[in-house]
Structures are given as C-alpha cells and as structure tokens.
C-alpha cells in the first residue's frame, strides 16, 4: 500500500470517529434536554433517545475500524468521567453510560436501558434503530423488558397485581368521603384511587388531590401510573416485610440449635478438671 492509499484511509477512519463523537455528543445534549425539560412525563422522547443511541451502535457492527476506534474513544471517556464499568464492557453499555453520565439517571436506570436496548438487538423485531421505540412501547416501558429479562423478578404489572390481591386483605387504616370519588362511584366502586395529601402540625392528613385509575369523565385526568406504582409499592413492601420475617426466624432457630448443642456436651462435673492416676503397686 503507498503512503497516498495509506494516508487516506487513515483520514477516512478519523473522519468516522469525528463524525461518530459529534452524533454521540449530539444525544448527550439531546437527553439533557429531556431531563431539565420532559424527563419522566415524555417515555416517547426517552423512546427516541433510546434509538438515536441503538443507531450509532448500528453504524459501528459492520464498520470494523469505526468499532475499534469509537470503542475506544468511549472507554477514555468514561474512565475520564470515572463511571463505574465491567470488566469487558460492551458498545452498548459504553454508549449508554457516556450519554447519561451527567444526569441524574442512578445507575439501576442506566443499567436498565442497556437491558433494553441489548434486548433490541437480539430481537428479531428490531432490523433498524427506528424500530427500537416500537419494541419498547409494545411491552409496556422499559421496567417491563427489564423485569422480563432480570431472574427471579416480577414486571411492574404484575407486582401491581398481586398489590391489588394483597391490599383487599389489609385492615383498613382510615376512612375518607370525596365527593369527588362519591360522584363516580357507580363506575369505580372497588377500583383503586391515590389520595395526594399533606400532613398538618397536628399530625393528620389533609386530602388535597385524588388520582383515579379510571373514570367516566372527560375533565378529568386519570393517573394509571401513579396507581399501580402504589399498588406495586403494597406488594413490594410486603414481599420485603416476608423476608425480614424469614431472616429472623432463620436466625432463631439457629440460635436455638446452637443452644441444644451447648446444652447436650456433657459436663466434666461442674467445671472441675478430673486427672486420673494410676497408683504404683494397685495391682
């Protein structure tokens, strides 16, 4: 190869990563938008963010130089930024982590994204990044793949559901009249409601707000996601609760067979150190 054919490839391969620096930077912007701005209320931008990353983890699979060279890049950056990271981190998780390092994003949602997006990439669903926002949304958000893929661990639905089969055996705590909920009752007799309230100098709670899970009028609007977060919450709580309970009964009962050993070595009379002696001449 001469030096021109060198010197070429060479420019290519730095114009790449140039170009793949300002795109990834770009999203990084684009999701500080998002945050300051949207953040929780818009899963549809989050959706798109989603993407925008999948698309430059697209452009580097079938580009092995672009690979090389931004998987690198990433790594500087992020030890830079001193996030935390894998042994052998993937593209994905890379991308990801460089995008929402400044935010305030913890890192069980970071984590989350790349189950996600890794998920995207192994679906048969997902053939471009414009596809990505589709595979999210079609399975309910991205703590719903998340759950899906995580071992032992229920999707939000159903925490929310066996929150609503455990809240109706709890005693109740106290009973409150809105009217509010009075002039619905026909159509939301036994659902659930989120009652926002304040709590007084006098230690009682003051009912500002209701959130309905449904309702039967077009002024209002309803806050499914606030109910069966509070519903998931029950079951959460309780699940965690099970747990405490087992713990210490495991730790009782080895308590207690601890105390039986104790209790079965035998004694060498009271403490007293026997030394048996064998007189001269006893035979």
């Not at 549809?44 to 699979?61: D, V």
């Not at 009075?182 to 100098?201: A, C, E, F, I």
Request: proline content about 1%; glycine content about 2%; aromatic content about 6%.
């Amino acid at each position: 190869m001469t030096d021109t054919n060198t010197n070429t490839t060479t420019d290519v391969a730095e114009e790449q990563l140039a170009n793949f620096k300002d795109r990834v930077n770009t999203i990084a912007q684009e999701r500080e938008t998002w945050q300051q701005t949207l953040f929780t209320d818009s899963n549809e931008e989050l959706y798109r963010l989603l993407g925008k990353i999948y698309e430059q983890y697209e452009h580097t699979r079938n580009n092995d130089s672009l690979a090389e060279n931004s998987l690198d890049w990433l790594m500087a950056e992020c030890e830079r930024k001193q996030l935390k990271l894998t042994k052998k981190p993937t593209h994905l998780q890379l991308l990801v982590k460089y995008v929402f390092a400044d935010g305030s994003v913890d890192s069980r949602r970071i984590s989350s994204y790349v189950r996600v997006l890794t998920a995207a990439a192994l679906s048969y669903e997902v053939q471009t990044a414009s596809q990505v926002a589709e595979f999210v949304r079609s399975r309910a958000g991205v703590e719903e793949v998340r759950a899906a893929l995580a071992k032992n661990t229920l999707a939000p639905r159903e925490r929310a559901e066996r929150g609503r089969e455990l809240a109706v055996q709890y005693p109740t705590l106290a009973s409150v009249e809105v009217d509010d909920v009075k002039q619905h009752l026909t159509s939301m007799q036994d659902d659930y409601v989120v009652l926002l309230g304040r709590v007084n100098t006098q230690g009682t709670v003051e009912v500002k707000h209701v959130c309905f899970n449904s309702i039967d009028s077009k002024k209002v609007l309803t806050c499914a996601t606030a109910i069966k977060a509070a519903l998931s919450y029950v079951y959460s709580n309780h699940q965690k609760q099970q747990k405490a309970v087992q713990a210490k009964l495991a730790s009782e009962k080895q308590s207690e067979s601890v105390s039986e050993d104790i209790a079965n070595t035998p004694a060498a009379n009271d403490g007293e150190v026997v030394i048996d002696v064998e007189l001269e001449g006893s035979n």
